[in-house]
């Protein structure tokens, strides 16, 4: 069992920049590839990015490559989402979620976050 809490949303600039934070607790949270998604209302939730257990490997949808950048840290039981060159588009709740692998996390995570909302002005 996984608990995840997501923080770091919030109202920023399009062109700037944010930094999302996972917090998880439970068993096991460095076994476990952990990711996100994001939905926007109206729109189906979509794969955004996930990381194997070790950090090793790193996993991008092809729209925010070069933009995103997903990190680990096992000491603090954290998976953080750092987001630049933010654009309107990537208004969405963001979900934190956990998985045995990568693969596994992106077709149907076994444990999600509640979401926090970004919402990027113009």
């Known amino acids: 069992q996984v608990q995840l809490v997501e923080s770091g949303g919030g109202l920023v600039q399009a062109g700037g920049s944010l930094r999302l934070s996972c917090a998880a607790s439970?068993?096991?949270?460095?076994?476990?590839?952990m990711g996100w998604f994001r939905q926007a209302p109206g729109k189906e939730r979509e794969f955004v990015s996930a990381?194997?257990?070790?950090?090793?490997?790193?996993y991008y949808e092809d729209s925010v490559k070069g933009r995103f950048t997903i990190s680990r840290d096992n000491a603090k039981n954290t998976v953080y989402l750092q987001i630049n060159s933010l654009k309107p588009e990537d208004t969405a709740v963001y979900y934190c979620?956990?998985?045995?692998?990568?693969?596994?996390?992106?077709?149907?995570?076994?444990?999600w976050g509640q979401g926090t909302q970004v919402t990027v002005s113009s």
């Open positions: 439970g068993r096991s949270f460095s076994s476990y590839a």
């Open positions: 990381i194997s257990w070790s950090g090793g490997n790193t």
């Open positions: 979620a956990a998985d045995r692998t990568p693969a596994t996390l992106r077709r149907s995570p076994d444990y």
